[in-house]
């Protein structure tokens, strides 16, 4: 699992003056908003005696501990202790771990790291989430595999005609034509040319004695570090997904989906796009669920790799080199945080 980037832990709307207890990298983290309505990320674990912060509740810019009463404002300090006398200070290790949060695009991002500010990387722009052209649906779904797996098989296109056959691909002819990534440090993008399926029912009549081009373009992108776009282009408009593969543990995987349409923008349709979104989820995850090794290997030789693999091979080129500059973390690692306690804390099953 990478550390040292943003991962929208949430959907925004989620998240509000209750506290609500999220999971990433395997660890449990509370986001609540203050009073101005600021989102805050906090390590979900009491130093006390290990209450879920989760639980308790908010006043002012503070959150409460359920279990004894402490108090810890939005930087994770202590404030109060209602055991101790007045006149005892609070011990300076009374603090939980606080991770710099903020709220863009529908999502609550936490940046999950120990780099400073000027060296994160960037929070990837959606930019359809401030156009109002398009309407946003909401979806989510756990998988049982790794995230890097659910990651990889979104911009895989080549699993598109076996696995998608009864939806958008065409087992007749599943070759793709050599396409061109285009890469940042943190992102990779590919115009990919799908054969589209020959037009069934209300399509079928609609097309009915008309031309269909061979392919159909795709653009298929990953955003570091579990960020997935998928852009489809319909003959009604455009239709863009993207994944938000966050690791709950090693080998289980939430996949939060925000999908953008510029057709049928009527919230009549959104019932319609989140069945189409389910489909679609349904069909990869008994797949992606039975990939061996669950994990993606380190070695790049250790699985083959073909042309039409080229995103991919991508991402595990760079993940290669963010490995060797220290950005990974696994097992006992530690993710982030500057707590005494923060290995109790951190991948904790
Ligand atoms: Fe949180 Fe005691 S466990 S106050």
């Known amino acids: 699992m990478l550390k040292n980037f943003w991962y929208a832990l949430e959907f925004a709307d989620k998240v509000g ?9 395997g660890q449990d983290f509370v986001l609540y908003r203050t009073e101005s309505g600021e989102p805050i990320c906090l390590s979900d674990l009491c130093v006390h005696r290990g209450g879920a912060l989760s639980m308790g509740t908010v006043s002012g810019d503070c959150i409460t501990c359920p279990y004894h009463g402490w108090q810890y404002d939005s930087n994770g300090v202590c404030v109060r202790i209602p055991a101790n006398a007045p006149e005892r200070a609070i011990p300076r290790k009374a603090r939980v771990d606080a991770y710099p949060a903020v709220e863009r695009y ?17 929070i990837p722009e959606i930019p359809q989430w401030a156009d109002p052209s398009f309407r946003a649906v909401q979806y989510e779904m ?40 285009r890469q940042t440090d943190w992102s990779a993008e590919a115009d990919i040319p799908l054969s589209p399926p020959p037009p069934k029912g209300l399509w079928g009549l609609l097309f009915r004695g008309k031309e269909l081009p061979d392919f159909v373009t795709v653009t298929n992108a990953w955003y570091l570090p579990n960020i997935v776009k998928l852009h489809v282009r319909l003959p009604i408009g455009d239709l863009m997904l993207y994944d938000f593969n966050i690791p709950l543990s090693q080998d289980r995987t939430l996949i939060k989906i925000l999908g953008f349409r510029n057709f049928f923008t009527g919230g009549w349709a959104d019932g319609n796009t989140r069945k189409r979104i389910e489909k679609i989820l349904l069909q990869d995850r008994p797949v992606v669920e039975s990939q061996r090794p669950e994990l993606l290997p380190f070695d790049l030789s250790d699985e083959l790799h073909v042309r039409s693999d080229a995103l991919q091979v991508a991402y595990r080129r760079r993940r290669a080199q963010l490995i060797k500059d220290g950005w990974w973390v696994g097992g006992d690692d530690v993710v982030t945080g500057d707590s005494p306690r923060r290995r109790a804390t951190v991948l904790a099953s």
């Open 142 to 181: 756990v998988v049982d595999a790794n995230y890097e797996r659910t990651f990889e098989n979104v911009v895989d296109a080549s699993h598109t005609p076996f696995v998608h056959g009864t939806a958008f691909g065409n087992p007749d002819k599943p070759e793709i034509p050599d396409f061109r990534v």
């Open 106 to 122: 529908g999502m609550v991002w936490a940046f999950l790291g120990d780099l400073p500010e000027e060296q994160r990387p960037p």
């Open 17 to 25: 003056r209750t506290p609500r207890q999220v999971r990433c990298l």
